[in-house]
């Protein structure tokens, strides 16, 4: 997605691999971007699985059989559970281990050992509760399916304590909106100095997913059917608007399998997705413009 119309002061900065901006109508003060610095520190520690200290890390090395529930594991484990059940079993928290086979591991070696592996079942396997977050067999949690969202709706919330009027903070490809409406660019999956459309998002978030990002190989990306492990072959681009960011994360990962529009309906949010051979389809009531 291109970069919205600017408010008046923007924090550019990196974290959890990618860049973030956000967008005041005034500087933000420093207790606001310690308080935003602190949200995302403690979000990568307990979820991130490229750091050896976080507690899926844990988890998945049998360093622990479990571990002190983190603070989002209900709001984001609820919402997997009805990915999954939309999609019939593509969208999977416990599909780690898969990416990791083709080579996106911690270490990010983008060297494959081996064929797909489908992830295993995650209700067999993982449990969650007010206070715990448990394996009952070792395995690699990744909340790459809406994690991004979620953390992009803890930092939007965290500036809305400390700064009056608009706010947009944009996490690269995941964009939560409060405020004057802004037009937000669908960057074309294969050329990214085209658009194929244009959304207004209003109060509300953005969230985008695309095969050429954090792709390597011959073919390999990061968004993978679970049900075999293999990467996605149908569609190139998916864009979701929604309520929050969490949800329109969540949508842009299930828009890649059938259930997805579905799901959408029944969140009474709109969408966008590009097929690999370039047609275009979109959801009735989406607001903005599809170009081709």
């Not at 310690?34 to 307990?46: I, P």
């Not at 067999?124 to 969202?149: E, H, N, Y």
Request: with cysteine.
């Amino acid at each position: 997605m291109s970069t919205p119309t600017a408010t008046g002061s923007t924090w550019v900065f990196d974290a959890i691999g990618t860049s973030w901006a956000i967008e005041t109508a005034h500087p933000l003060p420093s207790i606001a971007r310690d308080a935003v610095s602190a949200v995302v520190e403690r979000f990568d520690r307990e979820w991130s699985r490229f750091r050896d200290d976080s507690l899926v890390s844990a988890l998945a090395e049998g360093r622990a059989a479990s571990v002190p529930a983190p603070d989002d594991a209900h709001a984001m484990l609820s919402m997997y559970d009805e990915l999954d059940a939309a999609t019939g079993g593509a969208v999977n928290p416990l599909v780690g281990d898969s990416l990791a086979r083709l080579g996106y591991d911690a270490r990010l070696t983008l060297a494959p050992r081996g064929e797909p592996q489908p992830a295993p079942s995650w209700r067999d396997t993982l449990t969650w509760g007010s206070d715990q977050l448990a394996l009952r067999a070792p395995a690699t949690i990744d909340v790459g399916a809406l994690g991004k969202g979620r953390l992009v709706d803890l930092v939007h919330d965290t500036v809305r304590r400390h700064v009056d009027g608009d706010v947009v903070v944009d996490g690269s490809g995941d964009l939560a909106a409060s405020g004057a409406p802004i037009r937000v660019a669908l960057e074309h999956p294969y050329d990214s100095t085209r658009a194929i459309g244009v959304a207004t998002v209003v109060d509300g978030a953005l969230c985008a997913s695309a095969i050429n990002r954090r792709a390597w190989g011959d073919g390999l990306h990061h968004v993978l059917d679970a049900r075999t492990g293999a990467p996605v072959r149908a569609f190139a681009a998916t864009w979701a608007l929604a309520d929050t960011a969490m949800r329109a994360d969540a949508l842009a990962t299930a828009l890649f399998f059938d259930g997805g529009p579905e799901l959408a309906a029944t969140w009474k949010a709109h969408w966008v997705r590009m097929r690999t051979d370039g047609r275009v389809e979109w959801s009735p009531g989406f607001d903005g413009e599809v170009f081709s």
